[in-house]
């Protein structure tokens, strides 16, 4: 079996899962990160994993783009989904504003793998941003790697 981990991370919450279940899927894994790399030869692969984190409601651009422009192979392909976020109560929100309703209806599982908030590791603006987003929400959630939630979407792809 073998399976492409398709990615976007700034700040690195999303390329510290995407490390965790490379070590937990079984068969080949192989690892791209979206912003370095466009030429992708989807054929090969039996299942496609894409994980993206939220900013302002929004997925990776570059992620976005590349699913709209190779949907017809995606659709022949066994795709997962998971999203780096903050908000978890927000997934289902996130995911109607991301992608089409034809690419949500073939995905097998898709889940929230939590966030991750470093105040010191972010850029002045995101920095503001964040401040001003924790503020708005009621601060019941905190951002934390969703260890439940993951091995769950393991298992999925590993059965
Ligand atoms: C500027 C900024 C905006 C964010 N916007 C959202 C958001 O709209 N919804 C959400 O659930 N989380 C939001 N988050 C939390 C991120 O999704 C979370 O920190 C995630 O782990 C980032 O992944 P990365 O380290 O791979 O970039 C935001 C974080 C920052 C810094």
């Known amino acids: 079996m073998k399976t492409l981990i398709l990615y976007s991370s700034k700040y690195g919450f999303t390329k510290k899962c995407v490390d965790y279940l490379s070590s937990k899927i079984k068969g080949e894994i192989y690892i791209v990160n979206i912003n370095d790399e466009k030429d992708i030869n989807l054929g090969y692969y039996n299942n496609i994993i894409i994980g993206s984190p939220v900013y302002m409601g929004m997925i990776n651009g570059d992620l976005k783009k590349y699913i709209n422009e ?90």
Request: hydrophobic fraction near 40%; proline fraction near 1%.
């Open 70 to 159: 190779n949907i017809d192979l995606l659709l022949t392909k066994k795709v997962y989904l998971f999203l780096s976020c903050g908000v978890l109560k927000n997934m289902d929100t996130y995911l109607k504003a991301n992608f089409d309703e034809k690419f949500l209806n073939h995905i097998i599982i898709s889940k929230c793998f939590g966030g991750e908030l470093r105040l010191d590791k972010l850029s002045f603006i995101d920095k503001m941003i964040a401040k001003m987003a924790s503020k708005a929400h009621d601060g019941s959630e905190k951002p934390s790697f969703l260890k439940q939630n993951v091995d769950e979407f393991i298992d999925e792809i590993n059965e």
